[in-house]
């Protein structure tokens, strides 16, 4: 089998909540500022808006399923608004989305964050769009490695009790 390691076009896609928007598209320029520091012009992210963090594990699913990405990255940010658990919710969408890797064998990773505390006021909204940025970087580096070890895969399958260890390295 001729398979190449890593496919010679990467193609990623970032899907983002709606819910403080501002902040979230933080971690999508994260993410492209750290791919653009790599310089990593093999990558192509198609970007996907839903409403909200709920709404991501459905449209990762369909993504997956398509056949035309090697990872998807989850972006949202689930809030204590006073009303509903929002804990329950960031564990579901956390929960749904590990399943959408399970079922579809496409990685996903998360960068759905869930504050202790958040209060729409300056100095919250400057924290955590830093901590956005921070977020989207390392969902990109996260994101790149997953991808080549995947393609490490293709080229090596692991036998039965193999690890990863055994892998060809990249690089």
């Known amino acids: 089998m001729n ?39 093999d990558c192509r992210v198609d970007t996907f808006d839903v409403p909200g963090s709920f709404d991501i594990p459905l449209l990762a699913k369909k993504l997956a399923a398509s056949g035309r990405f090697d990872a998807i990255v989850a972006a949202g940010f689930v809030v204590d608004g006073g009303i509903y658990r929002h804990d329950f919710v960031a564990s579901t969408v956390i929960d ?10 496409v990685p996903v990773v998360s960068a759905v964050l869930t504050p202790h505390h958040f209060q729409e006021q300056p100095p919250h909204l400057r924290f955590f769009g830093e901590h956005f940025l921070v977020k989207g970087a390392e969902a990109a580096r996260a994101c790149l490695q997953i991808v080549e ?5 293709v080229e090596a399958p692991l036998s039965a009790g193999q690890s990863a260890a055994h892998l060809p390295q990249t690089g």
């Open 96 to 105: 749904a989305l590990m399943q959408v890797q399970l079922e579809t064998g």
């Open 3 to 41: 398979q190449k390691r890593i496919p010679p076009q990467i193609s990623i896609a970032f899907v983002k909540a709606g819910w403080h928007a501002e902040l979230v598209e933080r971690c999508e320029t994260g993410f492209q500022e750290e791919l653009a520091r790599r310089k990593r012009d």
């Open 149 to 153: 070890t995947f393609g490490r895969l």
